[in-house]
Every structure is written in C-alpha cells, then in structure tokens.
C-alpha cells in the first residue's frame, strides 16, 4: 500500500522530520562538544573529564528525546485523526490494523532517520568550522580534536527508535476504530471506551497522591540533613510527571476553557473557545509538549533561583564562599536553561505543527464560516485567538508545575541549612517565558490563517470534511 495513504502527505509530515533534525543537530552539537572538550582534557591528562562530560551529554540528549517523542507522537495522532476516511477505505479492502500501524511506524522512522542525519552532519559541520576558527585564533588549545563523534551514530539511531515507538504509540487509538466508524467521521479520540477512561482518572489521581506523599517525605529528609531526601525529590517528580501525563488529557483541555473566557465575547472569540476544546485528545495533543517544555524550564529555573536565595543563610561559609556558590549557581542554570530552550524549541514546533494540521482538517469548516459572512480578518482572529487560549493554558500549567517542582526539589537538597521554605521565583525569566510564549502563538496562527483565508468558499465547501 502507498505510504501517504496511510501517514499523510510530506507537507503533513513535515513537522516529523523538523523535530527529527532538531533532535540530531542538537544531540550532534553535544557530542561534538564533549568530544572537543574530551581532547582538550586528554592533552592535559585529564581524560576523566571526557567521561563525565558524555555522562551529562547523553542526560540532555535523553531529556529532548522524551519532548521529541511526545511531539511526534500527537503529530502522527493528528495527522491520522484527519485521515480517518482513507484509513476506513483501506480497511474495507481487507488491510489489517496491525499492517497499518506497522506501516505508520516504519515511515515515521523513515522520515526521522533522514532528518536525523541531516540534523547530525550540519552540527558537526558547524562545530567543525567553528573550533577551526576558534583555534586558529588561539581561543582553543592544539590538540588532536576528532572531525567527528561516533556517539552521534548512536544518537541518530537512538532518535529513529524513539520515532518509531511514537509513530506506533500514536496511531494506537485511531486505527483502533472500526471501519464503519470512521466513515461515519468518528475521531478515535472521542470512541475511547468509558472504562478505559476511569482507569486512567484512578491511576492519574493514585500517582499524583503518591507522588505528593514522596515530595513530603523528601522534604522532612532534606530538613534533617539526609542528602537522599534530593533523590526522593527526583522520584516524586517522576511520579507525579507520570501521573499528570496521564491524566492530561482531563485537565488541560479545563484549563484551556476557563482561559479561552479572556480572549473575548465576540462571535470569532466564541467559536475559538469552542474549537479550543471542542476535541479534548486534540487539544491535549497540542498542548502537552509545550507545558513539559515550560515546566523543564522553569523547574530549572525556579530550583536555582531557591538555592540562590538560600545561599546567604548557609552556616560556615565565608564570604568569598559565598559569592563562589552564587557564581556556580548562575553558571549551572545557565546552561541547564539553555537545554530546556531547545527541549522547549521541540515542543514548540509540534505546538505550530499542530495548529497548521487542524486548519487543513477543518477547511470545509472554514469554508462554511466564510460563506455565512465571516471575513478573512474574523477568521485570523479566531484561529490567532484559539491559539492564545491553547498556549497560555499550556504556558500557566506549565510554570506552576516548575515552580514547585523546582522549590521542592532545592528545599530537599538544603533544607537543612535553610529557615523555612524558600520559594524559586526568577521573575525575569518567568517574563521571558511569557514572551516566548507570544512568539509561539503569533508563529502558530498566522501561518495557518494564511492558508484559511487563501481558500475561497466554495473550495473549501468542495473539499470532503
């Protein structure tokens, strides 16, 4: 069978192998990066350093994987919800839904593995030329730097496994519907069964509750001095990450509602408030990599920002200690900050993927509105304005979950050592955020509005809902 028939057209797939190159150059800057240090360290017999530094390399790498993989899994989801008709078609014709999704897993790791490797040689390249320049202006030291990392065939691997586990995991519900289902238009999403509901409600609330009961016992641990109470931290937070995954989809979709009352009481600010959440796993698709990149961000930052406030209050520390601590501090988030961006990056092109994917579904919708009498000006308003209430849902949930992700976790690692509980608020990068934030709603509406208005009327009315 013709793979477009089954996973969509390059241009729907597109965002897939965006995200897969991402991933590559990003994992490709890491290890170039490592090994160049590596060297640098070898040179002055310090080769320990190049292990820990691949230690730290393949976290961050892990880190994006997981955001990567959740991106394209709601893209492969999307992709297909729309597509529920071609799929029904060949499903009448005798093709199994195990060869389906057998087949939307091999593309997606077809398509991510080109992107990979695109990804991976430009960063190498790029690192390549940058250390030449670096060195020839006696900025870095002579030493015997490789022109290229063998990790990063691991990485690309690595990144084509994730692909293909998401492109499975996220055709799992709608090629679960049965042929006369989907051409009956039914979204897989909404013929989930009820039971299969309530065991997630019951595992999401029972992993948020242990989840709370493991940052309490952290937080006595780390009062008493006791250096796992930081360790029971990381578990909580695992736990609790868990729990709110799966529950997302009957939580998010709430929040999106009660933000979308703020965008307006007009007719286009109406409609964008019921598209917003007139499909819960959708909206929930387009969301969930934008809050966990949100949250990684602002738990880093919110974790810094509590142990820099809590440094003044270390008992034993000189002065000159003192400013050293604040010093690496700052250092540390730094860098662990500029990790999340391009976790966040990730999520962000899967937020501006998903938007574009909806208005394609929806053309005869569209079409529909503009022939009742809405102009091209309500119908960006009302795709720019279902785009804020989705972001700044994902964008709110997201920094409070950091917050007291962060928080705690400092709180657990010094509690000892600090009065009370000390609350990680970096106000200018929570502003940072919020603009961020703009920026990804301006880039995820227009494009698609673009594309919504160019189509006339009547042929969008022409075009099968």
């Not at 797939?13 to 590559?24: D, F, H, I, R, Y």
């Not at 691997?157 to 090629?175: E, K, P, Y």
């Not at 990381?234 to 703020?262: D, K």
Request: proline residues 2%; aromatic residues 4%.
């Amino acid at each position: 069978m013709k793979r477009d028939l089954v996973l969509g057209s390059a241009r729907e797939l597109g965002t897939v192998g965006l995200v897969a190159g991402l991933s590559g150059a990003y994992a490709g800057a890491l290890l170039m990066c490592s090994t160049m240090l590596s060297a640098m360290s070898d040179a002055d017999d310090g080769g320990s350093v190049g292990v820990l530094l691949g230690v730290v390399s393949s976290v961050f790498i892990g880190m994006a994987l997981y955001v990567a993989a959740i991106v394209i899994s709601a893209g492969v989801t999307t992709v297909i919800a729309g597509r529920l008709q071609q799929i029904a078609t060949l499903r009448l014709l005798g093709a199994k839904s195990s060869d389906l999704r057998r087949s939307v897993a091999h593309s997606t790791a077809r398509i991510c593995l080109i992107g990979s490797l695109i990804g991976v040689v430009a960063a190498t390249v790029v690192t390549d030329v940058v250390r030449v320049v670096l060195v020839r202006q006696d900025h870095l030291p002579e030493a015997n730097y490789p022109w290229f990392s063998v990790s990063s065939l691991i990485a690309v691997l690595a990144i084509t496994g994730t692909a293909a586990v998401a492109g499975w995991v996220g055709s799992r519900q709608v090629l679960a519907v049965s042929p006369a289902e989907a051409l009956a238009g039914s979204a897989g999403a909404r013929s989930t069964d009820r039971r299969l509901s309530r065991l997630r409600v019951i595992s999401s609330m029972l992993l948020l509750a242990g989840g709370c009961a493991l940052f309490v016992l952290a937080t006595v641990l780390g009062e008493r001095g006791v250096t796992s109470g930081f360790f029971v931290a990381f578990l909580a937070a695992c736990v609790t990450s868990t729990g709110l995954l799966i529950g997302a989809r009957f939580v998010l979709p709430g929040v999106v509602a009660l933000l979308g009352r703020l965008v307006g009481t007009d007719a286009a600010s109406a409609i964008a408030r019921r598209n917003a959440v007139a499909d819960p796993a959708r909206t929930t698709r387009s969301t969930l990599g934008l809050f966990i990149g949100v949250a990684l961000i602002t738990t880093i930052a919110s974790g810094t920002s509590a142990l820099q406030s809590s440094v003044d209050s270390w008992h034993g520390l000189t002065a000159h200690q003192r400013d050293v601590a604040h010093t690496m501090l700052s250092v540390a988030s730094t860098v662990t900050i500029m990790v999340g961006v391009v976790s966040s990056l990730i999520a962000a092109v899967g937020f501006v993927s998903t938007m574009s994917l909806t208005v394609i579904q929806r053309r005869h919708e569209l079409g529909l509105l503009r022939a009742l009498g809405f102009t091209g000006a309500q119908v960006r308003a009302m795709i720019t304005k279902e785009s804020v209430a989705m972001s700044a849902a994902a964008t709110a949930a997201g920094i409070g979950v950091g917050l007291c992700y962060g928080s705690e976790s400092a709180q657990a690692l010094v509690g000892a050592e600090t009065p009370g509980f000390v609350w990680g608020l970096p106000w200018l990068i929570l502003v940072a955020i919020v603009l961020a934030a703009v920026v990804v709603i301006l880039l995820a509406s227009q494009p698609p509005a673009r594309r919504a208005i160019a189509t006339s009327p009547v042929t969008a009315l022409r075009i099968d809902a």
